[in-house]
């Protein structure tokens, strides 16, 4: 199996490129972000409570979001792997996921951090919040505030695989295409696979 965290600030392109590898590797892709915004289309008490979080670019509770995506692995035990996106973002996050999967025999492989500087992450979250009304992508204070957070909360998650030799940092800026290629060239080199 091919367990592998999409990891990088907001804006980073963990979805944009989750979308990729998901088809060349049939992996199944989680997205917190995406499962929390479906509470919210829905009208659920968690996605109520949730929304109240996201709107001001705050994270929601750590055994919110594990107790997602423990559902979403106790749902789907034949998957060939998993592509894991804004998920884990912070190191208690990080130990629920590895405890997760100990159970299942089926490590993390690799955490592909995306690196982004914060003035190209603004610029593209701002002209998605023209676009797609996205709430947390509408103004710059918001965005800023998200940023924030990955920096004191989820930036240790890296250091955290990191010190387990799982870590692999990979240029986010540039076209869509060739980021792509230089992470499938980092999953492909893995020995493992
Ligand atoms: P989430 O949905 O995960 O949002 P995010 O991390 O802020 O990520 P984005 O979707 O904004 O960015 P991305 O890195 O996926 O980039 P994308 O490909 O979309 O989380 C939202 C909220 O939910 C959080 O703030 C929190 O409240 C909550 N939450 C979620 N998970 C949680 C967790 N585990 N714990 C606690 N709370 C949690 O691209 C962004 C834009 O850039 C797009 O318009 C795209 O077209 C464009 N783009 C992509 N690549 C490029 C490129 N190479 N060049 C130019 N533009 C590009």
């Known amino acids: 199996m091919l367990n592998i965290i999409l990891f990088g600030p907001p804006g980073s392109g963990k979805g944009t ?60 035990k034949k998957a060939k792997g998993l592509i ?24 993390i492989n690799a955490l592909v951090s995306i690196v982004v500087d914060e003035e190209e992450l603004k610029q593209r979250l701002l002209l998605r919040g023209k676009e797609s009304g996205r709430p947390d992508d509408q103004n710059e204070s918001i965005i800023e505030n998200r940023i924030k957070e990955y920096k004191n909360k989820t930036t240790a998650v890296a250091t955290y695989y990191e010190n387990k030799g799982k870590l692999h940092e990979i240029n986010g800026v540039g076209d869509v295409e060739t980021i792509n290629k230089l992470i499938c060239s980092t999953l492909d080199s893995m020995s493992k696979f």
């Open 17 to 76: 490129q989750a979308n990729l590898l998901k088809e060349k590797y049939q992996l199944l892709h989680i997205s917190t972000g995406d499962l929390l915004r479906e509470e919210i289309a829905n009208g659920t008490k968690l996605g109520l409570e949730a929304k109240t979080l996201m709107d001001k670019g705050e994270l929601v509770p750590d055994e919110v979001v594990v107790g997602m995506i423990q559902s979403k692995l106790d749902a789907n």
């Open 84 to 107: 894991l996106d804004g998920f884990p973002r912070t190191v208690k996050q990080a130990e629920a996921l590895d405890q997760l999967l100990g159970e299942l025999n089926s490590p």
